[in-house]
């Protein structure tokens, strides 16, 4: 099975500020079909997750521009340009390149 | 709008069995593949399995192969978790999700979960 390992697992930061969360994976996430699939998704307190980006890069629907994904391989990273109250929560990335699925341990998002 | 309703949790004995249903609406069912994912208290995250849009291809986490069944009935628009020899460990939130969009890799819709207690 694909690992999933995420860092930081706690990041404190100061309101309007940028946040980075990092993912690395045990093995490359390219796909036999030539697509990378690595998501990234929030889960709010007391909510289900949420969709913010996928295959590395693209947003879902009605997430705000300040969150973006880059990376390849095996090295992604979710930024947040300015981070807002409502970003407070757990983000997870998940691999969909192999079954089975597999997630990072996710990294709390608190605001200082 | 898209809807998932789970329902189907509760308290269950060790070695016990449950059945999670998860209505779907809002969307073409059998165009999109679904999976459950669940999250024991205080845990993160943790895929389960999932289905193809026709049913034809199912996929297990490691953890619940051979205990747990993933199926759907397209005409009824809904999704099931048959879950056998129930552990402790099982113990979580139980989440219905379908894929964002074809080819995504990605779930971009979720139930609110069923939560699953396993205990003596």
């Known amino acids: 099975d694909i690992v999933m390992t995420q860092t930081p697992l706690s990041s404190p930061v100061t309101l309007g500020q940028p946040a980075s969360i990092s993912c690395r994976s045990s093995q490359s996430l390219v796909h036999s079909d030539g697509n990378t699939y690595l998501s990234w998704l929030q889960q709010r307190p007391g909510q289900p997750p949420r969709l913010l980006i996928y295959?590395?890069?693209n947003r879902f629907s009605g997430v705000p521009d300040r969150f973006s994904g880059s990376g390849a391989g095996t090295d992604f990273t979710l930024k947040i340009s300015r981070v807002e109250a409502e970003d407070v929560g757990v983000y997870y990335c998940l691999q969909g390149t192999q079954f089975p699925y597999t997630f990072g341990q996710g990294t709390k998002l608190e605001i200082k | 709008e898209v809807q998932l309703l789970e329902s189907g949790g509760g308290l269950v004995q060790p070695g016990g069995s449950l059945r999670l249903s998860c209505g779907a609406s809002g969307f073409t069912f059998s165009d999109y593949a679904m999976a459950w994912v669940r999250q024991a208290p205080g845990k993160g995250l943790e895929w389960v399995a999932a289905i193809s849009g026709s049913g034809g291809s199912t996929y297990y986490a490691d953890s619940v192969k051979g205990r747990f069944t993933i199926s759907r009935d397209n005409s009824e628009n809904t999704l099931y978790l048959q879950m056998n020899s129930l552990r402790a460990e099982d113990t979580a939130a139980h989440y219905c999700a379908r894929a964002a969009s074809y080819g995504s890799g990605s779930y971009g819709y979720w139930g609110q979960g069923t939560l699953v207690t396993v205990s003596s």
């Open positions: 295959k590395i890069s």
